[in-house]
Structures are given as C-alpha cells and as structure tokens.
C-alpha cells in the first residue's frame, strides 16, 4: 500500500544520512476504505492525493513542534506491506510498524522555498484553523496553496544540500 509519512527536512537529513526512518507514532496517511468513502467523486489518483495532502498538514503540526526546522512541509511517499486502518483519528490515518528504508520509498514531496513565509505562518496556527478560527484557517490555505515538488529519492541529498 502506498502511503504517505509528514516528515522535516531535520527528519529528512536524518534519513539520508540512516538510510531509515521511524514515522513518529507510526502514523501515516494512505487511501484507505473510509477515506474513499468520504469523497462523492474521485478516482484513485485523486484520493491519493487527498491522502498525501493530509500527510503535507501533519508535516505542519512536526514544524510547529520543532521550530528550528526549516519552514517547508515534507512528505515521504513510500510502499508498505503491514499497516493498520485507524478511520478513529481520521479517514486517511493508517499506523505502519518499524522503520522506512530506502528501497521503500516512491517519492519525496517537499515544499520549494517560495512557500516558507506562508509554511511558517500557517505552523503557528494550525491548532487554531483546526479550532474554526477564520484568520488561522486563512494562513493555512496560504500555506497549501503551495504545490509540494516532486523528488525522486536520489535527488534528495542534492535538494538537501542546497537549502
């Protein structure tokens, strides 16, 4: 199953220096029967990207947490075996157990630095927009209006490099 796992850059440079990851709590976000079911219209790809979506606001809940980090929402797209369903914390929650490896992971999904005015903003707030609050929900719309990039694995050493 394809999943996706919120991640910073520090948990990045971490992986690449590892070569392994251990989402935090082990959450991750995924296409999962409830998530599909949310949705009236969609195809596959589609509600991947709302599963990866998610993974790219749990990113900002890590930034908001660590706020050393750099400002950019990151998102590990990678392929597991095990996970376990837990529509109880959300549609597209989904656990995985132990750590990611290399030959895992699909893709890396990373904010470019055009975002981090807005990706900063919005971690200060998202607690908030969560709560209804107009002007925390206005910065993180900002901050998602951002398309996250694409990267394929072994160009993220390079990305890392150049920040």
Known sequence: MRVYIPVTVPMLRTFVDSGELAPLGGTAFALTPALRESYAAGDTEELEYAAMLDAARASLRLLAADEKAEPRRAVLAVDVDDVTLRPDLDFSVVKVS???????????????????????????????ADLGDPDAEFALGSA???????????????????M
């Open 98 to 128: 132990g750590a990611v490896t290399a030959k895992m992971v699909a893709a890396v999904h990373m904010d470019t630095a055009e975002a981090e005015a807005d990706v900063r903003a919005a971690a200060d707030v998202v607690d908030a």
């Open 144 to 162: 998602e209006d951002h398309e996250l990039a694409w990267y394929a694995l072994q160009e993220l050493p390079f990305v890392l490099e150049l």
